[in-house]
């Protein structure tokens, strides 16, 4: 038995489109985390960006389970004495909802070159449009 290894000239990338209306955050994050990180094909090497492009639209319209909306917090520290904010989950999906989506996502992918890679083949938006038709993108069925 021999183990093909693909080559990155080999790679074939394709383009899903997700709507995230009504879908769950960690379920929908972990769903696109495995696109990105290419684990859905025969073909994927741990070490190669083997993923395709996923584009996310309705981002604004995600849901959560809980008190999350309350509870959830993000942290941001300005590297000043007392520069650390915080801001709930609620107050950021009203502000910057493609902000909830990405950082979920980015928490799933490694933490290395490959996964910035991987990561900049994420396009996320808060509405219903997105500028990506020229790459005729297929729904995905989470």
């Given amino acids: 038995m021999k183990t093909h290894v693909v ?19 960690g379920r929908l994050a972990t ?22 492009f996923v584009i996310v639209i309705n981002a604004g319209q995600v ?13 941001s520290y300005s590297q ?9 989950l609620e107050t950021v999906l009203a502000r910057h909802p493609e902000r909830v989506v990405e950082h979920a996502v980015r928490g ?3 933490k290395n070159k ?4 991987m990561f900049k083949k994420l396009k996320v938006y808060a509405g219903g449009t997105h500028p ?3 790459q005729q993108p297929k729904p995905l069925d989470l």
């Fill in 114 to 117: 490959l996964g910035r890679a």
């Fill in 80 to 88: 000043y004495p007392g520069g650390l904010s915080e801001k709930t």
């Fill in 7 to 25: 080559k990155a000239g080999d790679i074939q990338r394709e383009w899903f489109v997700v709507d995230a209306q009504g879908e769950n955050l």
């Fill in 132 to 134: 990506h038709q020229a």
């Fill in 31 to 52: 769903r696109i985390a495995h696109i990105l990180r290419g684990k859905h094909k025969p073909t994927f090497t741990p070490g190669l960006d083997v993923g395709d």
């Fill in 108 to 110: 799933m992918l490694p």
């Fill in 63 to 75: 849901s959560v389970t809980g008190n999350k909306m309350q509870d959830k917090k993000y942290y």
